[in-house]
């Protein structure tokens, strides 16, 4: 229902932040039956009958919210208040709505642990208030103080847009008003400023500290941070390995806001547990050693409006050397009691690697053995054309010379220049390669092992139809890299240089799966692939008994559980996530037996004694 109202308020009403605010305010107040007499910064926002388009569109919206029977609740508000937040600022600020059973976990719980009455809370990415709000509610409950008081001297929060300041304020004045304090003003920490550069020092008197810090940190990836910020983050070590990701430096922010002995309450992406740009927040959290507690959400889906994979990370600044982690679900939260979670000590984390929290004493073994799959095997990924469309096809007929492409009309290419090719990821169901195979227009020779691009001249004469068809799609090929692809030194080469060389021995398997794929052995030097990974093995021997060990229950259950989830259960295969898999140094006599056996069940209990666990 309240997604009808979302579009509702985006066709019709201004995108002006103080004209929609003004709206919502005044929609909230009229449907609650709320009076303000007093509260000179709530009167501001109040749409009065003499304001005559501002009212007919209140009217308007009021007979919408009435016939979709939406109850107007505090909670719908702050989701409203996300909502009109513009596309272009959510790129960059990355604001999400955060729902109330993550805001009050978060909040009840860093509160249950730093006990006292004159707490200073603090969210230094507050966006429009929810977790401000939530504080605020819950000081309330524990210490009976009315709000002007724990706003003026318990709440502090931080936001890099203006709007949301204001959101912030209208929230909590909302929230003191219904409980009877219709006081002239209230008195508000709330600054709008970059967290990156933010210096509470000088914005606080007397400040040493805040005892929490909660919230939840922009979502913004690392192409996507704005010109101000990326010279920031060099002020943040934490930000020193890879692009990091816009939610990584405020760990070490939040940390260091904090008083000794303070906790931070997040609700943020899980991806540091083993990306290349969390390596260094992995390090600065492995050298502090303070206490963390991570209730991991796995595939769960936690924000309507983005596909993340997110955690709660509760850390308190006090030197403990154990982190202790829980696979969850949202709905379980309340339920999750200490003897839930794995005790994991620090010593035995990988910040290099990457953390294996989920059965990490299994996972930490399986590395341990032998020798790493990196070390032993070379992985490929496939070509990149970047305009597969235009490059790759199925012929729809051919002849003596030509294969017939299919692309608005259909086009003659010479069998000469095409290759074979097939998707590795369409291997999670089909098992033969064969119906896999399609054609690519290949614009390149090899001289010796080196591949090289055929000379325009060249090329429009030996291939004419080829480069025709080509001529006709210039502009297509054009618009790869964002436009890049005009400056391209030769404009029908591949967007990327990347696995063109003959490659024999190749065992093919995809990106990612959500069950034990069919991994495919070919030895065929002249099939290209695309989009999925290949192993490339010196002969097919050694990728048969490859084959069998990655098909095996030891090896899903590594995946499982030390890969990056995808949704509705698909699990990631790429490089990053198996080249630390230990691969056991199997005898001459246990090959033998590896490609001699047929039964799955014998061989996986058969590779589970060799690594010297148990799974099934």
């Known amino acids: ?115 006292g009455l004159l707490l200073k809370i603090a969210d230094i990415s507050c966006g429009c208030g929810g977790f401000l709000y939530t504080a605020a509610r819950e000081l309330k409950n524990i210490t009976g103080l009315p709000y ?93 390995t890879g692009h990091p990701d816009l939610y990584i430096p405020f760990f070490q922010i939040g940390l260091e806001s904090l008083a000794e002995d303070g906790i931070l309450g997040f609700i943020t992406m899980n991806t540091f547990f083993k990306s290349v740009n969390g390596r260094a927040v992995r390090e600065y959290f492995q050298a502090k050693a303070y206490y963390m507690r991570i209730i991991d959400f796995g595939t769960n889906q936690i924000f309507r409006s983005r596909s993340t994979y997110t955690c709660i990370c509760l850390i308190r600044k006090t030197t403990s050397k154990i982190l202790e982690y829980v696979k969850s679900e949202p709905l379980q939260l309340k339920a999750l009691v200490n003897n839930k979670f794995s005790r994991i000590d620090y010593s035995s984390l990988n910040w290099l ?31 990149a054309t970047l305009k597969n469309s235009v490059y790759i096809f199925k012929p729809v007929a051919e002849d003596r010379k030509y294969y017939y492409l299919e692309n608005g009309d259909t086009h003659p290419i ?9 998707n590795p990821n369409m291997l999670i169901e089909e098992e033969n390669l064969r119906n896999l195979r399609q054609k690519i227009i290949f614009p390149y020779t090899f001289i010796g092992t080196d591949v090289v691009l055929i000379k325009e001249q060249e090329f429009r004469q030996r291939f004419p139809n ?22 391209y030194p030769v404009w029908y080469g591949y967007g990327r240089n990347q696995s ?81 898999f230990g691969i056991y140094d199997f005898s001459k006599e246990d090959k033998q037996y590896i490609l001699r056996e047929t039964n799955s069940r014998k061989l996986d209990v058969y590779f589970e004694k060799k690594y010297g666990i148990e799974i099934g």
């Not at 009050?104 to 860093?110: F, L, Q």
């Not at 940190?217 to 101000?228: A, L, T």
């Open 1 to 115: 229902m309240r997604s009808t109202i979302f579009k509702y308020i985006s066709k019709k009403f201004s995108k002006n932040p103080k004209s929609v605010d003004r709206l919502l305010i005044s929609a909230f107040l009229r449907h609650n039956n709320i009076v303000v007499k007093k509260n000179l910064f709530l009167l501001e926002y109040i749409i009065q009958e003499t304001d005559k388009e501002e009212y007919s569109n209140l009217s308007s919206l009021l007979e919408e919210i009435s016939r979709e029977k939406i109850s107007l609740s505090i909670e719908t508000l702050i989701e409203f208040f996300e909502f009109v937040i513009s596309p272009e600022d959510r790129v960059v600020n990355g604001a999400v709505y955060t729902p109330d059973i993550i805001r009050s976990y978060i909040v009840e719980k860093t509160l249950s642990i730093k006990k």
């Open 148 to 240: 002007g008081k724990i706003f003026k001297e318990q709440l502090f929060g931080l936001d890099i847009e203006e709007y949301s300041i204001a959101r912030t304020k209208l929230l909590l004045s909302i929230l003191g008003v219904s409980d009877g304090e219709d006081v002239v003003q209230f008195e508000f920490n709330l600054f709008r400023g970059n967290a990156l550069e933010f210096n509470w020092k000088s914005s606080l008197e007397k400040f040493k500290g805040f005892d929490i810090v909660i919230g939840n940190p922009p979502y913004v990836c690392s192409r996507n941070i704005g010109e101000e910020s990326k010279p920031l983050l060099k002020n943040w070590s934490v930000c020193r």
């Open 353 to 383: 690697k990457g953390w294996n929290l989920q059965d990490n004493i299994l996972i930490t073994k399986i590395e341990s053995t032998g020798t790493p799959f990196k070390e032993k095997y070379t992985t490929r990924n496939g070509i």
């Open 414 to 422: 010479e069998k000469s220049i095409c290759k074979d090719i097939v």
């Open 466 to 487: 080829a480069y025709s068809y080509l001529e006709l799609m210039k502009d297509q090929l054009g618009e790869r890299d964002k436009g890049k692809g005009f400056n």
């Open 500 to 580: 063109l060389e003959k490659l024999r021995h190749k065992l093919f398997f995809p990106h990612i799966t959500p069950k034990i794929p069919n991994y495919t052995i070919d030895s065929d030097e002249n099939l290209l692939f695309y989009n999925g990974m290949a192993v490339i093995g010196k002969s097919r021997e050694e990728l048969l008994v490859l084959r069998k060990l990655m098909q095996s229950r030891l090896f899903w259950f590594y995946i499982k559980n030390s890969s990056r989830p995808y949704g509705s259960g698909y699990f990631s295969l790429s490089r990053n996530y198996i080249k630390n």
